[in-house]
Nanobody, 119 residues
């Protein structure tokens, strides 16, 4: 299992920036990919950015050019630098990780952190 401590959400004006962080603990050596999803009111949860243990990074089209995902392996922590925020980015942001254990993949989720962008 993996547990997460998320931080960095808050209220920001359009055009502003925020940095989200997610510190993982537990079976972190089994993580194959880690990243962020978000869910806006009335909408489905959607991928924002992910990074694999091999370093491959994937962004949602809405995040490309504005968001940057990075990781600190020594602290088992990932970050999401969000620039030029828009009201459409308002959502609960969830840290997640895919683990491979005993030949089975499982996904674990953080508790979420609210990001609100005012116009």
């Amino acid at each position: 299992q993996v547990q997460f401590v998320e931080s960095g959400g808050g209220l920001v004006q359009a055009g502003g920036s925020l940095i989200l962080s997610c510190a993982a603990s537990g079976s972190t050596s089994s993580i194959t990919a880690i990243g962020w999803y978000r869910q806006a009111p009335g909408k489905e949860r959607e991928l924002v950015a992910t990074i694999t243990t091999g370093g491959r990074i994937n962004y949602a089209d809405s995040a490309k050019g504005r968001f940057t995902i990075s990781r600190d392996n020594a602290r088992n922590t990932i970050f999401l630098q969000m620039n030029d925020l828009k009201p459409a980015d308002t959502a609960v942001y969830y840290c997640y990780a895919d683990l491979l254990s005993s030949s089975r993949f499982r996904t674990y989720w953080g508790q979420g952190t609210q990001v609100t962008v005012s116009s």
